[in-house]
């Protein structure tokens, strides 16, 4: 249903049944609907699951509509309406699966960063303790000629310099 239909209202509040032709074309829109539900499915499974488990709900829901109609427990109006009510609680929950997907894409690069800089903290403490060790070895072997090394860590490498 369109919202600038200027029939909305009447579309909303029909109180009649669905007949015995309008059932068959409900059984038939339920029928050329799943190939597009499959894809729809099939191309949200490649972005997020959580799409995934939104969409089968609302095709759920949407194919238990149908039949509570054609079997007469709702009536077109409630029909309607619970399909308007739908689409905006579809189109809010995607717009929440959404944020949620970019606060844990921003989580998970936050915690990748501080990784990196405990990562990149420990190897240069690794590195100062390798110069002091050094340091160390070469003032306990006095017989030894006397060396400088010097180590230091750039980006993911290290390196000592002995003089």
Known sequence: MEADDPRVVEKLSLGAYATEQEAKDL???SILRK???KLAIEAFSKVHP??????AR???EADADLAKAINKDLTIGEVNQR???????WQTEFAQIGQQIQSQ???????????RQNSARAV???AYQQQVL??????????????????????????????
């Not at 399909?83 to 609680?89: E, G, I, K, S």
């Not at 010097?150 to 290290?158: A, M």
């Open 58 to 60: 609302i095709f759920s």
């Open 35 to 37: 190939p597009c539900d």
């Open 134 to 163: 050094e340091n160390q070895r070469q003032l306990s072997n006095a017989t030894a000629r006397p060396t400088t090394t010097n180590c230091h860590y750039i980006g993911n490498s290290f390196r000592c310099t002995h003089y």
């Open 83 to 89: 399909t308007v009510d739908r689409l905006n609680a």
């Open 124 to 126: 240069q403490n690794w």
């Open 50 to 55: 959580q799409y995934v488990v939104s969409l």
């Open 105 to 115: 894409l921003n989580h998970a690069h936050q915690d990748e960063l501080l990784q």
């Open 27 to 29: 059984i038939d829109i």
